[in-house]
């Protein structure tokens, strides 16, 4: 049977998430989680969810006896997650959780060891870790196509609108442009060079301090350094069009991504040249794979677990701390 999932926080990404489930073959939309009454009832009627599926921010521990739900996908503002994960973890649900998992190491640590606790599964909306030409450049890297890699650039930013959203409020967002979307060049240079680094630099810029307050990062340029030797240049921004970009660099190939971690479709290239793989809408094939993951222990060719996500966070936290410091930090 489909995993059954419920979908806390029904906003922009929840929406695209429901409908990308529309064509899932292994998870189904069974339940919503919601603040405002008129939304689930829209969700109702739109997707066939019983009543008795429907919860709120107050009474949703109780979900603990709905045997019509496995899993709550938590798709809220990201300061929020680290709580609401926490819930459903002791309701006894499965939990997918949004990208940033939260908004500092220590926070998604405590995540990751009360699904722990609680035995159930916690994985992270990592949707590029299903995307077939980003699986296919990590393929001609695991296998050599590329020689020993020397260098990735991850560029990830855009220019963010309406200065009162969630994303420009620290008490929210845990951060700006880096929470939001630098972390996509952070755990890109990961998957793509295949190593953890070791040493992280950065360097912040802000033009606008109305529009980004203190804590909010608007820019910032950091570099990471990987045991192999191997240099990663990153920038993460709310302020520039059009960087959505991974360039992979080995001793005997080269790979780029340009868009990278776009909603699609995805276009890459390598020194053999264009590739082919088909666009499948990424959150599609996300939710199959996780519902495979959680019902049948199926291993993904990149983790999208809660430990995957603190690696993440831990450089984060590291970036964040070589901005204040102007200081090379060190990472265990
Ligand atoms: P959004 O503002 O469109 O939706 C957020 C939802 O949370 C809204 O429905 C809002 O009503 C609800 N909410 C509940 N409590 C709230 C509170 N106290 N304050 C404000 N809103 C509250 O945002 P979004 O774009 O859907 O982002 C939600 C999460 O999804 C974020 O963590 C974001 O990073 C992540 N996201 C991931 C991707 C991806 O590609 N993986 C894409 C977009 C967003």
Redesign the pocket.
Known sequence: PPLRVAIM??????TRVAEAMRDCKRARLTGVIS??PAKITNWQSKYNIPAANCYN?ENFDRIKDNHDIDAVYV????A??HDQVIRVAKAGKHVIC???MAVNAKEGQEMVDACKKANVKLLV?Y?MHFEPKTLEIIRMRKEGELGKIGFFQGLSGFTIGDPTQ?RLNKA?SGGGAMM?IGIYSINGARYMVGEEPVWVTAQETKTNPEKFKPGVDETIQFQLGFPSGAVASCLSTYSMNNLDRFFLDGEKGWAELWPATGYGPIKGRTNKGELTQPHMTHQTVQMDEMAAIIQEGKQPVVPVDGDEAVRDLKIIDAIYEAVRTGKKVELK
């Open positions: 926080g029904l906003g922009s990404y929840g603040g405002t921010y798709i809220t503002p990201n929020l997650h949004e990208k940033p909306g949707r969630w929210l939001d």
